[in-house]
């Protein structure tokens, strides 16, 4: 019984994640899901450097599976919050510096996974150990080897687990309605590494970890210049408009982009004085950029009257209903805004926070909505009404997408040195890839 009930909280819980996500991100662009989606076992790895969200992502786009996922075990710390957390299939890894418990317990819990493994199920694990919002991978850690060839090892490598690298890319990491996109990479089989395990299992646990890293990269961005992450992180903005034109490999634009940056890094690295004056180029832009008010996700592009018109047409005619929304979402997105995240220093946690918290004041508050809309209208026509917010919701959204968009076309509008100044560093940055 109590499964049972359990399973049942888990798919509504699910279902208002689901719904939460898809008013977080302006769009979830997927790769790669469906060569994996129907194998089991499998042990799902990725990068990490969204806090929860990086859970939940897996949760949004493999429809078709309930994954397990390993967390850090201090947001275990209450008895509540573990029974809730065991709910939604968070299993608690132990890790020195939470101070929390015993890495020996670690024991336990890789035999819950090998356990797993064997009734079909699938499980998530984010290698790095710990989330950084800097667009690279980070160290592997042990784990993900030690629990993969523990469940084959005690199957007589007969268990036939599949191991999925993805990659997860978040075009900006704290801010709503922005795309979100998640590459899965071809799986390969622990069972591959039996031969060298038999020999040598710390060799074999380096190869799977080298592969499973290497794997993870080629699915996202991974700027692999980290003494000069700021600035490779400015070359990749100004490029990105260029990306998938440029590329070799372009199944999405996260590829072209990681291509594009890590072959100019490669270049960069040889030439230490072309270098140093790019480099200087590039910084003085985008203080000029950052002085004129452009957003951060700005692309430089020539605009004339007529498509101005028709930006600013597109965001007059959202307005009436950006109007609405505000007004009726006002007293949850105070909650969230001030109440929540105005606190939260730590802004990779932002998100998070938001679709969390959304998943269940904005039901409860839309309900209590139609509870007094109902008294004065009727339920049918209360119903109707507040069918129209989530709607509405989507609408105020995208009128501050295109408003965006609309103010920085007339920025480069009426400032078109930007633009010169734009076509001139995609100029010398396309000669080093001749």
């Excluded at 799902?44 to 850090?72: C, E, W, Y």
């Excluded at 700021?230 to 999405?252: G, H």
Aim: include cysteine.
């Amino acid at each position: 019984m109590y499964n049972i009930l359990k399973s049942l909280i888990y798919y509504f819980l699910r279902s208002l994640m689901e719904a939460s996500l898809s008013f977080s991100y302006r769009n979830i662009l997927v790769t790669g899901y469906d060569k994996i989606k129907n194998r089991k076992p499998t042990l799902f790895v990725s990068n990490h450097q969204n806090t929860f969200m990086d859970g939940l992502v897996l949760i949004k786009v493999a429809r078709n599976i309930s994954p397990n996922i390993l967390v850090r075990a201090d947001i275990f710390k209450s008895k509540w919050a573990a029974i809730a957390l065991d709910i939604i299939r968070l299993i608690p890894i132990y890790r020195k510096k939470d101070n929390m418990g015993s890495v020996a317990q670690n024991n336990e819990i890789f035999k819950k996974c090998v356990h797993l493994f064997k009734n079909g199920e699938p499980l998530l694990i984010f290698p790095e150990g710990n989330h950084a919002i800097r667009r690279f991978l980070r160290p592997m850690q042990k784990g993900p080897a030690r629990i993969a060839f523990q469940a084959e090892e005690e199957n007589d490598f007969r268990l036939g687990l599949n191991v999925a690298p993805f990659g997860i890319h978040y075009e900006n990491h704290p801010k709503r309605w922005y795309d979100l996109h998640v590459h899965f990479g071809d799986a390969f089989q622990v069972k591959d590494f039996q031969t060298v395990f038999e020999e040598n299992p710390t060799k074999a646990q380096k190869q799977f970890t080298d592969k499973m890293r290497e794997d993870i990269s080629d699915e996202m961005l991974d700027i692999k210049w980290h003494d000069e992450y700021e600035f490779m992180e400015q070359v990749r903005t100004l490029l990105k408009p260029y990306a998938t034109s440029w590329a070799e490999y372009k199944k999405s634009i996260v590829h072209a982009e990681n291509e594009v940056v890590n072959t100019l890094a490669t270049q960069l690295q040889e030439n230490e004085e072309r270098t140093a004056l790019i480099k200087s180029k590039v910084k003085t832009y985008f203080e000029e950029v950052k002085e004129y008010g452009l957003s951060e996700d700005f692309t430089a592009k020539k605009t004339n009257i007529v498509g101005l018109f028709f930006k600013a047409l597109g965001v007059l005619i959202g307005l009436p209903f950006w109007f609405i929304a505000k007004i009726v979402n006002f007293i949850p997105e105070y909650i969230i805004e001030k109440k929540v995240i105005a606190g939260v220093k730590d802004i990779t946690w932002h998100i998070s926070l938001r679709a969390g918290i959304s998943l269940f004041l904005y039901p409860l508050f839309y309900l209590l909505i139609f509870i007094v809309l109902s008294i004065s209208l009727g339920w049918v026509l209360a119903g109707i009404i507040v069918f129209t917010f989530p709607l509405v919701s989507v609408v105020m959204y995208e009128t501050e997408y295109h408003f965006k968009k609309l103010k920085n076309a007339f920025i480069l509008f009426r400032r078109p040195e930007i633009l010169e100044k734009e076509q001139e560093l995609v100029k010398e940055f396309k000669g080093f890839l001749v």
